[in-house]
């Protein structure tokens, strides 16, 4: 376990920063292994480096990215509905945090929280949005954690009656429906019979989906093809940019967005002394986005260990906050 020295201002308070993650090793065998298949593909957590995770942030401004800004009312409407299941003296931890946008609503209404811990892969980005927390509330125990949530960890003891999780921002969909119940049952483990809250985007008319990951400024394309300008710039790869374009579909037998990156011509692309040959019109598949009914959802919490005890829905029933008990 490493700490990261922070740039200290005299009597300013700090947050906790513990890194967990290795750097560039497990990125070049994602990636020399994920191009070795016949459909190609990249882990979506690669495109966090930290311009991936601006741009992402960007992202979530977007007029046709509903689920930030529908989850956020969500939780700026039921926060204090939400704060009373939390309970008093608890821990919260935040997987996938980001900019940690949205704990920021929650905790005017939680009560004595004993820490936030933030757990997230994208270290620098981690850790700067930690300090700018910690600054803004100064009392409350931050504790950031670079790691990668799918591996089970152990969390800090910080005098908690008991943890409640938090997942927001449909992250949970970037799994397949098998992944999403293992990182269930590991996170109940982590939890040690807490509660966890996730984020759910629903299914919803196919146009709606289409717009959201095909935004009309090219922010989301952007994103994808940042994955490329980082294998470039971390492992030496030579990615034509301007050979490959964003795709991105709802595929309504998966109930699932797809995102790829399409290769404009036949081309070849060397990483660590690997040429591998792309068709004209081959893809890398880089993400999925799972969208789910409410009770389909549940079902599967419930197969992961949960007890589903409550959700909130907004009115056009565009997204779900759903509340899960330890079973
Ligand atoms: C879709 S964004 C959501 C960000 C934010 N929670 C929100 O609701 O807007 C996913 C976040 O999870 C992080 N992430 C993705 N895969 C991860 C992994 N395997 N382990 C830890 N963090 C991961 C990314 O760095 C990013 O901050």
């Known amino acids: 376990m490493t700490a990261i020295p922070e740039a200290k201002q005299p009597g300013a308070p700090e947050p906790r920063l513990i890194d967990l993650h290795p750097a560039a090793e497990p990125f070049l065998d994602a990636v020399l292994d994920g191009l070795s298949q016949d459909q190609k593909a990249i882990p979506s957590k690669f495109f966090y480096d930290r311009r991936g995770s601006e741009l992402f942030d960007q992202i979530t401004r977007l007029d046709e990215y509903y689920p930030t800004r529908t989850e956020k009312a969500l939780l700026k409407r039921f926060g204090p509905e939400i704060a009373e299941r939390v309970g008093a003296g608890a821990q919260l931890v935040e ?12 905790l005017a209404a939680l009560r004595d929280l004993s820490a936030y811990v933030a757990i997230d892969i994208s270290r620098d980005f981690l850790f700067a949005e930690a300090v700018e927390l910690q600054r803004a ?3 409350l125990p931050v504790i950031a954690i670079c790691a990668d949530y799918t591996r089970r960890l152990d969390l800090p003891d910080t005098g908690h009656s008991r943890r409640v999780g938090l997942f ?8 397949s429906r098998p992944e999403a119940m293992r990182f269930l049952s ?24 289409n717009a959201a990951y095909n935004d009309a400024a090219g922010v989301t394309a952007a994103f994808n093809l940042n994955l490329l300008k980082r294998a470039n710039r971390e492992l030496g790869a030579d990615f034509d940019l301007a050979g490959f374009e964003h795709l991105a579909f709802y595929n309504e037998t998966e109930g699932q967005i797809e995102m790829h990156l399409r290769s404009l011509k036949p081309q070849q692309v060397t990483i660590a002394g690997r040429a591998f040959g792309f068709a004209q019109g081959e893809t890398i598949h ?3 986005s799972s969208k789910y009914a409410v009770d389909e959802f549940q079902e599967l919490a419930r197969a992961a260990g949960f007890n589903p005890a409550g959700v909130w829905v907004d009115d056009a029933r565009l997204f779900s906050i759903h509340f899960l008990d330890s079973a």
Request: hydrophobic letters at 40%; aromatic letters at 8%; zero cysteines.
């Open 168 to 175: 927001p921002g449909s992250t949970i969909g970037n799994f």
């Open 286 to 288: 880089t993400e999925i």
């Open 95 to 106: 997987f996938g945090a980001g900019s940690a946008d949205k704990v920021r609503l929650l």
């Open 137 to 139: 509330y100064p009392d």
């Open 186 to 209: 590991t996170v109940r483990r982590m939890l040690e019979g807490g509660a966890f809250m996730v984020g759910v985007d629903l299914k919803k008319p196919t146009d709606l989906l």
